[in-house]
Structures are given as C-alpha cells and as structure tokens.
C-alpha cells in the first residue's frame, strides 16, 4: 500500500478564525479540590468523568458521577497514579503509576477497586488510549536503545508489542480517533512547553505533520472531524483551539487570558471538561460546547 504524507504549514497567528468563543467563568459547573485536577476523561455514556488530583502531596485518580453529583477517589498509594481513561468495556479504566520504580500501565475495577498491570513486557510506558476493538493499547513507551519515548501499539490476543514511530525526537500523548483508524501524538520540538502534532495511521504510517502548530494536550473531537488542543503565547495564557483532522480550519475557541490544560470533549459532542487555573491550583470546568 502506497504511502501517504500530508504537512500542514501555515503561519499560526495569521491564518486563523475565531470561533464562536466559549464562555469560562462562574456558571459553569465546577470540580475541585484542594490541588491540580488535570486529564478529564469522559465515560462512553458521558455521565462519569475520570481525572487526576495532587490534593494529597501526589497524583491519584478520582472519579466523579453527574448523575448523584458524587465524587470518588478510587487510589490512594504514595506513589503517582496518573493519565486515567476508560477501557472499551466502560467497567475498567487505565492508568500509569510510578510505583515500581519506572512508568508502566496498570488496570482497575471500577467497581472492587481491583488493581494489576495491564500487560507485562520489560517496557516503562505511559498514556495509555484505546481503540474501539478491544484487542489493542497504544501508548508511550521509552526505547532504552535509543534513549527516547517512542509511540507504541500492544496486541492483548497475540501478546505482540509494536514501536510505530522512530524520530529523534520523544513522542508522546498518543489518542486514538473515535474510528480507530488514525493516532494524534506529540512529538517534542523548541517550544516548550509546547510540541508539534502528527498523525499515525493506524498500520504506522505517518499520514499528517502539523509542524507549523504549536500545541500542548491534543485530543479528538466525538465524530474525529476536528482536533482539538491548547496553545498560546506563553504557558500562563494559553487558549483552546481546534482544527480539522487534515490539518485545515484552525479556530480559536476560548479568549479568556486564562492558563488552560487538557481540553476533552463529552461523546455527544455538548460539553467539553477542561482544567482551568483558578486561585492558584487547576479546577475542571465543564463548559458548553456547540455541536460540531
């Protein structure tokens, strides 16, 4: 099969629309405790929202419901637990931990609480993101040969583990598009603290370089048609952008001056959850969103 690569290069700050802007402030429901809560995680059914929270000195997941307006924190060790998100089955969910050491992925019953690794291979990973078939994790593991964090696919039937990118550079924060057929993932650049997006088939062909955006927290839309993802000037005002999937239609859509991390869109497309600095530490807003 023949190869097909796209770049996008366009010049950020000029070739740029601005959406119908979303409204941050007082109204919108809020999560909060006594620290960070950063990456949202929605449920398939958009009534339970996964994320992470240093309230206590370290990273543990918590669990909210919308439906009883209940708030749970399913871990409690020392060590951090942190880049909560469902498997397809909607009864467990993925996370990693530093607990042994190194970074690796671990699985939990939602309801007993029953934790273990998610696979085991001599391999540090992180960030787990799951496809629609239950078969396959794709994650960001670190090439001890060559000293970097790759982009990586593991086969749950056929035990296969699979190194689907091979820059230079370290690439991480892989998510799937609600097809499964394309993984977004950053890829370090001169920026800091943000990266540039590229776009993997789902075999590992690179179909996308978005080298001309600069980016932090990419995530898809519910019907993969957009990207979306956070960007500024500096890291104390950034803003929520999105694009089309092939790189085009770049919109700004929030214009709050605010410090804004890990934008994630409900499945139906209503809402979007996204951290917010707010005195001092981030809160999880839940802010409206027009249909896409």
Request: one cysteine or more; charged letters at 20%; a negative charge.
């Amino acid at each position: 099969m023949g190869r097909f690569l796209m770049t996008v290069s366009f010049l950020f700050s000029l070739q740029l629309a601005l959406a119908q802007t979303l409204r941050i402030d007082s109204t919108c429901r809020t999560i909060t405790l006594d620290g960070d809560e950063l990456f949202p995680s929605w449920s398939a059914d958009g009534t339970k929202l996964l994320f992470q929270s240093n309230t206590n000195g370290n990273w543990d997941i918590y669990l909210y419901e919308f439906d009883v307006d209940t708030l749970l924190q399913l871990t409690s060790a020392t060590s951090n637990e942190q880049h909560p998100v469902w498997m397809p089955d909607g009864k467990h969910l993925v996370f990693d931990s530093d607990r042994e050491g190194g970074y690796y992925l671990y699985k939990m019953d939602v309801g007993p609480g029953e934790q273990s690794f998610l696979f085991r291979r001599e391999i540090e990973c992180r960030q787990a993101a799951f496809p629609p078939a239950k078969r396959l994790v794709y994650f960001s593991g670190f090439d001890r040969q060559n000293e970097k964090w790759a982009i990586y696919s593991y086969d749950f039937v056929s035990d296969n583990l699979n190194k689907l990118t091979h820059r230079k550079d370290d690439c991480s924060h892989p998510a799937v598009s609600p097809n499964g057929k394309h993984i977004l993932y950053l890829k370090s650049a001169s920026t800091y603290p943000f990266e540039r997006m590229s776009v993997l088939n789902w075999y590992g062909n690179h179909v996308i370089e978005m080298d001309s955006v600069w980016a932090i927290d990419p995530a898809w839309g519910p019907n993969g048609l957009k990207i979306y993802f956070v960007s500024g000037n500096n890291r104390l005002q950034n803003e929520v952008f999105s694009l089309w999937k092939n790189g085009s239609h770049l919109e700004r859509l929030t214009n709050d001056n605010l410090n804004v991390r890990t934008p994630a869109v409900s499945p139906d497309g209503s809402k979007m959850a996204l951290a917010v600095m707010y005195e001092n530490s981030f809160d999880i807003f839940i802010i409206p969103l027009s249909q896409e």
